[in-house]
DNA sequence: TATCCACCGGAATTTATGGAAG
DNA sequence: CTTCCATAAATTCCGGTGGATA
Protein backbone atom coordinates (compact mmCIF):
# COMPACT_ATOMS: atom_id res chain seq x y z
CA UNK A 1 0.00 0.00 0.00
CA UNK A 2 2.68 2.58 0.56
CA UNK A 3 4.57 3.52 -2.57
CA UNK A 4 6.88 6.28 -1.22
CA UNK A 5 7.43 7.28 2.52
CA UNK A 6 9.12 10.52 1.68
CA UNK A 7 5.94 12.32 0.67
CA UNK A 8 5.09 11.95 4.24
CA UNK A 9 8.19 13.41 5.82
CA UNK A 10 7.90 17.07 7.82
CA UNK A 11 10.56 17.82 5.04
CA UNK A 12 8.19 17.04 2.19
CA UNK A 13 6.37 20.48 1.23
CA UNK A 14 2.35 19.97 -0.32
CA UNK A 15 2.43 21.73 -3.56
CA UNK A 16 -0.14 24.46 -2.46
CA UNK A 17 -1.02 25.56 0.98
CA UNK A 18 -4.62 24.49 1.64
CA UNK A 19 -6.99 26.93 3.65
CA UNK A 20 -4.23 29.07 4.69
CA UNK A 21 -5.40 31.88 2.09
CA UNK A 22 -5.23 34.67 4.60
CA UNK A 23 -2.02 33.82 6.09
CA UNK A 24 -0.12 33.75 2.98
CA UNK A 25 -2.00 37.24 2.13
CA UNK A 26 -0.69 38.60 5.50
CA UNK A 27 3.02 37.42 4.53
CA UNK A 28 2.80 38.37 1.24
CA UNK A 29 1.97 42.06 1.95
CA UNK A 30 4.67 42.12 4.34
CA UNK A 31 7.00 40.81 1.72
CA UNK A 32 5.72 43.48 -0.76
CA UNK A 33 8.54 46.27 -0.29
CA UNK A 34 11.35 43.16 -1.13
CA UNK A 35 9.87 43.03 -4.54
CA UNK A 36 11.02 46.69 -5.19
CA UNK A 37 14.69 45.95 -3.49
CA UNK A 38 13.71 47.59 -0.36
CA UNK A 39 13.48 45.74 3.25
CA UNK A 40 10.95 43.32 3.69
CA UNK A 41 8.57 44.38 7.28
CA UNK A 42 9.05 41.59 9.95
CA UNK A 43 6.75 39.61 11.16
CA UNK A 44 5.38 37.32 13.49
CA UNK A 45 4.03 34.08 12.78
CA UNK A 46 2.23 31.90 16.12
CA UNK A 47 0.51 29.07 16.53
CA UNK A 48 0.65 25.63 18.01
CA UNK A 49 3.12 22.84 16.75
CA UNK A 50 2.10 20.90 13.48
CA UNK A 51 -0.07 23.79 12.03
CA UNK A 52 2.27 24.74 9.50
CA UNK A 53 3.80 27.49 10.47
CA UNK A 54 7.13 26.74 9.20
CA UNK A 55 5.46 25.51 5.57
CA UNK A 56 3.66 28.53 5.78
CA UNK A 57 6.96 30.52 5.87
CA UNK A 58 8.81 28.72 3.79
CA UNK A 59 5.97 27.82 1.11
CA UNK A 60 5.78 31.69 0.83
CA UNK A 61 9.40 32.90 0.90
CA UNK A 62 10.12 30.42 -1.56
CA UNK A 63 6.85 32.29 -4.15
CA UNK A 64 8.64 35.45 -3.56
CA UNK A 65 11.92 34.55 -4.59
CA UNK A 66 10.61 33.00 -7.68
CA UNK A 67 9.79 36.84 -8.61
CA UNK A 68 12.23 39.02 -6.70
CA UNK A 69 15.58 39.10 -6.53
CA UNK A 70 16.31 38.53 -2.78
CA UNK A 71 18.32 36.08 -0.41
CA UNK A 72 16.41 34.12 2.14
CA UNK A 73 18.34 32.12 5.35
CA UNK A 74 16.05 29.70 7.71
CA UNK A 75 17.58 28.82 11.07
CA UNK A 76 16.43 27.30 13.79
CA UNK A 77 16.40 29.30 16.81
CA UNK A 78 15.95 27.07 20.14
CA UNK A 79 17.80 28.81 22.52
CA UNK A 80 20.50 29.80 20.79
CA UNK A 81 22.94 32.76 21.84
CA UNK A 82 22.45 35.83 19.61
CA UNK A 83 26.26 34.98 18.52
CA UNK A 84 25.03 31.68 17.35
CA UNK A 85 21.92 32.98 15.34
CA UNK A 86 24.13 35.53 13.54
CA UNK A 87 26.81 32.66 12.93
CA UNK A 88 24.23 30.48 11.68
CA UNK A 89 22.32 33.17 9.11
CA UNK A 90 26.00 33.78 7.80
CA UNK A 91 26.45 30.08 7.07
CA UNK A 92 23.09 30.45 5.21
CA UNK A 93 24.16 32.94 3.15
CA UNK A 94 27.23 31.24 1.84
CA UNK A 95 29.81 32.64 4.46
CA UNK A 96 31.94 30.97 6.69
CA UNK A 97 32.35 32.26 10.06
CA UNK A 98 34.90 30.73 12.42
CA UNK A 99 33.60 29.60 15.82
CA UNK A 100 34.73 32.32 18.28
CA UNK A 101 33.82 35.44 16.11
CA UNK A 102 32.93 38.12 17.90
CA UNK A 103 29.27 39.16 17.77
CA UNK A 104 30.22 42.77 16.91
CA UNK A 105 32.22 41.17 13.75
CA UNK A 106 29.74 38.58 12.69
CA UNK A 107 27.02 41.52 12.40
CA UNK A 108 29.73 43.84 11.08
CA UNK A 109 30.38 40.59 8.93
CA UNK A 110 26.42 40.20 7.74
CA UNK A 111 25.67 43.92 7.26
CA UNK A 112 28.97 43.57 4.47
CA UNK A 113 27.08 40.37 2.48
CA UNK A 114 23.44 42.02 2.81
CA UNK A 115 23.20 43.63 -0.54
CA UNK A 116 19.45 43.05 -1.48
CA UNK A 117 16.68 42.54 0.23
CA UNK A 118 17.18 39.45 2.54
CA UNK A 119 14.53 37.67 4.90
CA UNK A 120 15.76 35.18 7.91
CA UNK A 121 13.63 32.86 8.94
CA UNK A 122 13.79 32.44 13.06
CA UNK A 123 12.12 29.14 13.80
CA UNK A 124 11.53 27.71 16.91
CA UNK A 125 11.97 31.16 18.56
CA UNK A 126 10.35 30.45 21.46
CA UNK A 127 13.63 31.69 23.27
CA UNK A 128 14.21 34.15 21.24
CA UNK A 129 13.50 36.86 23.62
CA UNK A 130 15.86 36.39 25.59
CA UNK A 131 18.92 37.51 23.41
CA UNK A 132 19.27 40.43 21.62
CA UNK A 133 19.07 38.89 17.93
CA UNK A 134 16.33 40.30 16.43
CA UNK A 135 17.22 43.97 17.37
CA UNK A 136 20.86 42.60 15.52
CA UNK A 137 19.32 41.60 12.51
CA UNK A 138 17.11 45.07 12.71
CA UNK A 139 20.22 46.94 12.32
CA UNK A 140 21.32 45.41 9.01
CA UNK A 141 19.33 47.51 6.19
CA UNK A 142 17.71 45.66 3.76
CA UNK A 143 17.65 42.22 6.60
CA UNK A 144 14.00 41.70 8.08
CA UNK A 145 12.76 38.02 10.12
CA UNK A 146 10.15 35.90 10.04
CA UNK A 147 9.88 34.38 13.63
CA UNK A 148 7.72 31.84 14.71
CA UNK A 149 6.90 30.73 17.90
CA UNK A 150 3.86 29.26 19.89
CA UNK A 151 2.56 32.20 22.22
CA UNK A 152 1.94 35.24 20.26
CA UNK A 153 1.41 37.11 23.84
CA UNK A 154 3.56 35.80 25.82
CA UNK A 155 6.70 36.44 23.27
CA UNK A 156 5.51 39.85 22.82
CA UNK A 157 5.47 40.68 26.34
CA UNK A 158 9.34 39.46 26.48
CA UNK A 159 11.40 41.19 23.42
CA UNK A 160 12.72 44.27 23.69
CA UNK A 161 10.23 47.61 23.06
CA UNK A 162 11.71 48.54 19.72
CA UNK A 163 10.87 44.84 18.34
CA UNK A 164 7.61 44.66 19.51
CA UNK A 165 6.64 47.66 17.63
CA UNK A 166 7.74 46.43 14.58
CA UNK A 167 5.24 43.36 14.70
CA UNK A 168 2.41 44.35 17.51
CA UNK A 169 -1.00 43.91 15.61
CA UNK A 170 0.23 42.15 12.55
CA UNK A 171 0.75 39.05 14.07
CA UNK A 172 -0.22 36.06 11.39
CA UNK A 173 -1.85 33.38 14.42
CA UNK A 174 -2.41 30.01 12.76
CA UNK A 175 -4.69 27.77 14.66
CA UNK A 176 -6.09 24.18 13.81
CA UNK A 177 -7.37 23.11 11.30
CA UNK A 178 -10.82 21.57 10.99
CA UNK A 179 -11.79 18.53 9.98
CA UNK A 180 -12.38 19.17 6.82
CA UNK A 181 -10.02 21.38 6.18
CA UNK A 182 -7.36 18.45 7.38
CA UNK A 183 -8.55 15.97 5.62
CA UNK A 184 -8.59 17.98 1.98
CA UNK A 185 -4.64 18.55 2.92
CA UNK A 186 -4.33 14.77 3.44
CA UNK A 187 -5.46 13.75 0.16
CA UNK A 188 -2.71 14.82 -2.13
CA UNK A 189 -0.68 13.01 0.32
CA UNK A 190 -2.63 9.77 0.06
CA UNK A 191 -2.18 10.41 -4.09
CA UNK A 192 1.38 10.77 -4.06
CA UNK A 193 2.30 8.06 -1.32
CA UNK A 194 0.00 5.91 -1.27
CA UNK A 195 -1.11 3.16 -4.25
CA UNK A 196 -4.67 1.72 -5.25
CA UNK A 197 -7.15 3.60 -3.39
CA UNK A 198 -6.75 3.06 -0.02
CA UNK A 199 -8.90 5.10 2.27
CA UNK A 200 -12.14 6.66 1.95
CA UNK A 201 -12.82 10.42 2.64
CA UNK A 202 -14.59 9.81 5.74
CA UNK A 203 -11.39 7.66 7.18
CA UNK A 204 -9.48 11.16 6.32
CA UNK A 205 -11.78 13.08 8.19
CA UNK A 206 -11.87 10.02 10.85
CA UNK A 207 -8.29 10.81 10.81
CA UNK A 208 -8.25 14.99 10.68
CA UNK A 209 -10.81 14.62 14.33
CA UNK A 210 -8.54 11.58 16.06
CA UNK A 211 -5.19 14.60 15.98
CA UNK A 212 -7.43 17.41 16.93
CA UNK A 213 -6.45 19.29 13.12
CA UNK A 214 -2.83 19.13 14.18
CA UNK A 215 -1.53 18.56 10.59
CA UNK A 216 2.05 17.02 11.05
CA UNK A 217 0.22 14.50 13.55
CA UNK A 218 -2.68 13.61 10.84
CA UNK A 219 0.00 13.13 8.00
CA UNK A 220 1.80 10.89 10.40
CA UNK A 221 -1.18 8.96 11.51
CA UNK A 222 -1.81 8.66 7.70
CA UNK A 223 1.39 6.53 7.15
CA UNK A 224 1.15 4.40 10.04
CA UNK A 225 -2.19 3.15 9.69
CA UNK A 226 -1.19 2.37 5.95
CA UNK A 227 1.76 0.60 7.62
CA UNK A 228 -0.55 -1.30 9.70
CA UNK A 229 -3.04 -1.78 7.13
CA UNK A 230 0.06 -3.31 5.30
CA UNK A 231 0.84 -5.39 8.22
CA UNK A 232 -2.49 -6.84 8.44
CA UNK A 233 -2.95 -7.49 4.79
CA UNK A 234 -5.46 -5.25 4.51
CA UNK A 235 -6.02 -3.93 1.24
CA UNK A 236 -7.88 -0.96 2.29
CA UNK A 237 -7.15 1.06 5.83
CA UNK A 238 -9.87 0.13 8.20
CA UNK A 239 -11.22 2.07 11.55
CA UNK A 240 -8.77 0.08 13.37
CA UNK A 241 -5.44 0.81 11.74
CA UNK A 242 -6.61 4.18 12.20
CA UNK A 243 -7.18 3.55 16.03
CA UNK A 244 -3.60 2.05 16.04
CA UNK A 245 -2.18 4.24 13.77
CA UNK A 246 -2.61 7.38 16.40
CA UNK A 247 -0.34 6.24 19.09
CA UNK A 248 2.35 4.46 16.78
CA UNK A 249 2.80 8.16 14.88
CA UNK A 250 2.94 9.79 18.41
CA UNK A 251 6.06 7.36 18.94
CA UNK A 252 7.48 8.28 16.07
CA UNK A 253 7.45 11.46 17.12
CA UNK A 254 8.72 10.69 20.71
CA UNK A 255 11.57 8.66 19.04
CA UNK A 256 13.20 10.81 17.09
CA UNK A 257 13.25 13.83 19.82
CA UNK A 258 14.83 11.50 22.23
CA UNK A 259 17.14 10.26 19.61
CA UNK A 260 18.31 14.52 18.68
CA UNK A 261 19.13 14.77 22.69
CA UNK A 262 23.16 14.16 24.38
CA UNK A 263 23.67 11.21 26.16
CA UNK A 264 23.29 12.90 29.54
CA UNK A 265 19.39 13.60 28.45
CA UNK A 266 18.63 9.83 27.15
CA UNK A 267 20.50 8.50 30.48
CA UNK A 268 18.46 10.12 32.51
CA UNK A 269 15.09 9.75 30.94
CA UNK A 270 15.97 6.07 31.34
CA UNK A 271 16.53 6.11 34.64
CA UNK A 272 13.11 7.61 34.95
CA UNK A 273 11.58 5.04 32.14
CA UNK A 274 12.97 1.93 34.24
CA UNK A 275 12.31 3.42 38.22
CA UNK A 276 9.93 5.98 37.38
CA UNK A 277 7.38 7.71 38.64
CA UNK A 278 10.56 8.96 40.58
CA UNK A 279 10.94 12.16 43.14
CA UNK A 280 13.83 14.92 42.28
CA UNK A 281 16.03 13.58 45.15
CA UNK A 282 15.44 9.73 44.51
CA UNK A 283 16.53 10.47 40.72
CA UNK A 284 19.58 12.04 41.44
CA UNK A 285 20.74 9.51 44.10
CA UNK A 286 20.19 7.17 41.56
CA UNK A 287 22.25 8.87 39.07
CA UNK A 288 24.58 9.21 41.16
CA UNK A 289 24.77 5.65 42.21
CA UNK A 290 25.17 4.81 38.47
CA UNK A 291 26.92 7.71 36.70
CA UNK A 292 30.19 5.78 36.72
CA UNK A 293 29.55 3.05 35.20
CA UNK A 294 26.98 4.47 32.60
CA UNK A 295 29.49 6.78 31.21
CA UNK A 296 32.32 4.64 31.28
CA UNK A 297 34.10 4.34 28.02
CA UNK A 298 31.99 7.34 26.81
CA UNK A 299 33.64 10.77 25.77
CA UNK A 300 31.44 12.74 28.34
CA UNK A 301 31.81 12.73 32.16
CA UNK A 302 28.69 12.80 34.79
CA UNK A 303 27.16 16.29 34.98
CA UNK A 304 25.96 18.06 38.72
CA UNK A 305 22.57 18.07 40.11
CA UNK A 306 22.19 21.75 38.37
CA UNK A 307 22.72 20.72 34.95
CA UNK A 308 20.57 17.82 35.01
CA UNK A 309 17.60 19.62 35.96
CA UNK A 310 18.08 21.60 33.07
CA UNK A 311 18.19 18.15 30.90
CA UNK A 312 15.20 17.11 32.70
CA UNK A 313 13.51 20.47 31.09
CA UNK A 314 14.38 19.91 28.16
CA UNK A 315 12.86 16.16 28.41
CA UNK A 316 9.64 17.87 29.56
CA UNK A 317 9.56 20.24 26.58
CA UNK A 318 10.32 17.54 23.98
CA UNK A 319 7.11 15.90 25.56
CA UNK A 320 9.82 12.74 26.53
CA UNK A 321 9.09 13.04 30.17
CA UNK A 322 6.26 14.87 32.69
CA UNK A 323 5.85 16.26 35.64
CA UNK A 324 3.40 15.64 38.37
CA UNK A 325 2.98 18.15 40.40
CA UNK A 326 5.32 21.08 41.03
CA UNK A 327 8.22 22.87 43.28
CA UNK A 328 10.05 20.25 45.54
CA UNK A 329 7.58 17.70 45.68
CA UNK A 330 7.72 17.02 41.29
CA UNK A 331 7.29 13.61 40.16
CA UNK A 332 8.64 12.86 36.95
CA UNK A 333 7.83 10.18 34.66
CA UNK A 334 8.01 9.44 30.96
CA UNK A 335 5.89 9.81 29.02
CA UNK A 336 5.38 6.63 27.24
CA UNK A 337 7.48 3.83 28.33
CA UNK A 338 7.69 1.95 25.60
CA UNK A 339 9.95 4.76 24.05
CA UNK A 340 13.58 3.94 24.73
CA UNK A 341 16.93 5.05 23.81
CA UNK A 342 18.57 4.36 20.95
CA UNK A 343 21.83 4.18 23.17
CA UNK A 344 22.30 0.92 24.97
CA UNK A 345 22.31 2.78 28.69
CA UNK A 346 23.50 0.17 30.60
CA UNK A 347 21.43 1.07 34.01
CA UNK A 348 21.76 -1.73 36.87
CA UNK A 349 17.62 -2.44 38.70
CA UNK A 350 17.12 0.10 41.25
CA UNK A 351 16.69 -1.37 45.47
C1' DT B 1 1.66 24.76 63.77
C1' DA B 2 6.47 25.96 63.88
C1' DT B 3 10.74 24.65 62.33
C1' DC B 4 13.82 22.45 59.40
C1' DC B 5 15.77 20.75 55.26
C1' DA B 6 16.26 19.39 50.45
C1' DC B 7 15.25 20.81 46.10
C1' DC B 8 14.29 24.23 42.50
C1' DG B 9 15.75 27.57 39.33
C1' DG B 10 18.02 32.35 38.43
C1' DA B 11 22.43 34.47 38.16
C1' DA B 12 27.32 34.71 38.38
C1' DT B 13 31.41 32.27 37.56
C1' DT B 14 34.47 28.76 35.79
C1' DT B 15 35.98 25.35 32.37
C1' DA B 16 36.30 23.37 27.74
C1' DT B 17 36.54 23.98 22.94
C1' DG B 18 38.40 25.46 18.75
C1' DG B 19 40.18 28.74 15.82
C1' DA B 20 43.17 32.93 14.88
C1' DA B 21 47.08 35.80 15.68
C1' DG B 22 51.81 36.33 16.96
C1' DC C 1 54.16 26.10 18.66
C1' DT C 2 52.24 29.16 22.08
C1' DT C 3 49.12 32.59 23.41
C1' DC C 4 44.90 34.77 23.09
C1' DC C 5 40.05 35.20 22.63
C1' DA C 6 34.95 34.40 22.30
C1' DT C 7 31.45 31.20 22.79
C1' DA C 8 28.94 27.32 24.89
C1' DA C 9 28.41 24.18 28.53
C1' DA C 10 28.80 23.13 33.11
C1' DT C 11 29.56 24.43 37.93
C1' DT C 12 29.02 27.18 42.02
C1' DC C 13 26.33 30.02 44.74
C1' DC C 14 22.17 31.23 46.82
C1' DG C 15 17.36 32.96 47.94
C1' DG C 16 12.77 31.08 47.88
C1' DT C 17 9.63 27.46 48.82
C1' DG C 18 7.02 23.31 49.68
C1' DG C 19 7.07 18.88 52.04
C1' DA C 20 8.58 16.49 56.17
C1' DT C 21 9.07 16.10 61.18
C1' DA C 22 8.08 16.87 65.85
Redesign the pocket.
Same mark, same amino acid.
Given at each position: MIADRSVFGDDHPPQELLHREPAVAALTRAFEPATHGDRADDVLIAGPSGVGKTVLATHTLGRLQQRADIHTAYVRAL???? #???V?NVLQELGA???????????CLALDERVDRPTVVVLDEASELPRSDALARLDDVPLCSWVAICHEPTDWLARVDDRVRHRVVGREVVLDRYSVDELADILEPRVRQGLRGDPVGRDQLERIADTVAGVARAGIQTLLAAAEIADERQHSRIRDADIEDGWPRAQAWIRESNLESL?F?HQLLYELIRRDGPL???????RYDEIADDAYAGR???????? #?????? #?KLREYDLIE?E????? #?E?RVCDASIRSPYEVAVPPGQ
Open positions: DQSA #AGIRDPAMNTPLEDLPHRGGALHRARTPVQRR #ARRDQL #ACGSGRG #AY
